[in-house]
């Protein structure tokens, strides 16, 4: 009897294991927090220990991975402090499991690499008042341009606050902005959405129709070549746009130059007949480093 109740006791361990790996492998990371265009827009809310005023604290989730685009427009959260914390409370309790930070380039003078962060902890919290430090950072100070820091820690709680706060800079003082966030972005686990399952059509008996002779028509010539053009962001967004074929070579031309180092860093296209209101007409500018891929479906009219 032993003998044969172990291996029906392997095999069941077995197939929940491999149940278990498969629900694990089906898990993807996503960014937790949208493109911010103010402390509390579009949802969700930004906050600092302080922040000087022309880079305010919620330029750290603006989407923009720069100082500044001019030697006057900052993309990123800053202060005087040589040490300070940037918080963002979400709308509902989530669980965050890795933050990135990025250094992009910047066209400011005055920025160095001494106001990058060098120590501080990643914490959650569900009152503002009692933090848990989720992960611990020291001595960071291999800030190199154009390079993301990502942090990875184990959490399975859920907290409504995240905040990294840190305690040393990388040695700058006496500038207006001492310690600065260029891109801050926090990435939670979440189960793609399961497929609904569609119900097997019933077959019905179709009866034979008459056979008509019926002229072969002459073919209708296409009068002119269109295609849809899906554009999808690095949020998850897709944009679609019904363009012509000379609008689509022309966006092509574009992303492809700016993949090579020319061109301007955003696109415009014409969005034609959508226009609601009375516009002359509407654009939308999309941001190559927004771009996570896009793709082309020709039709003829």
Do not use: C
Request: proline fraction near 6%; glycine fraction near 6%.
């Amino acid at each position: 009897m032993k003998k044969i109740v172990t291996p029906i006791i392997l095999s069941l361990l077995l197939i929940f294991s491999f149940v278990s790996s498969t629900k694990a492998d089906t898990v993807v990371e996503k960014s937790a927090i949208p493109i911010m265009t103010s402390n509390t827009s579009p949802s969700g809310i930004v906050s600092a220990s302080e922040a000087f005023s022309g880079t305010p604290a919620w330029k750290a989730f603006d989407g923009i991975k720069y100082y500044s685009t001019t030697n006057t427009n900052y993309a990123a959260w800053g202060t005087s402090k040589t040490t300070g914390w940037l918080a963002y409370e979400f709308p509902t309790a989530k669980v965050i499991t890795k933050y990135i930070i990025y250094y992009g380039s910047n066209q400011s003078n005055s920025h160095t690499i001494g106001v990058n962060p060098k120590d501080w902890t990643f914490e959650g919290s569900n009152d503002k008042s009692n933090w848990v430090v989720l992960d611990t950072q020291s001595n960071v100070t291999s800030w190199i341009l154009g390079e993301e820091k990502s942090y990875e820690f184990n959490n399975d709680t859920e907290y409504k606050y995240y905040r990294i706060n840190i305690s040393a800079n990388n040695g700058q003082t006496g500038l207006t902005v001492n310690l600065t966030i260029h891109e801050l972005a926090m990435i939670e686990k979440v189960a793609p959405p399961q497929p609904t399952a569609t119900p097997e059509p019933t077959a019905t008996a179709t009866p034979e129709p008459t056979p008509t002779v019926t002229p072969s028509p002459s073919p209708e010539q296409p009068i002119g070549n269109r295609a849809f053009l899906v554009v999808t962001m690095n949020t998850g967004l897709e944009k679609e746009f019904d363009l012509s074929m000379d609008e689509v070579n022309a966006f092509i031309t574009w992303y492809e130059n700016k993949q090579g180092g020319t061109g301007s860093a955003s696109y415009a296209i014409n969005k034609h007949d959508n226009n609601k209101g009375p516009f002359t007409n509407r654009k939308d500018y999309v941001i190559f480093d927004k771009i996570l891929t896009f793709s082309v479906d020709e039709y003829s009219l």
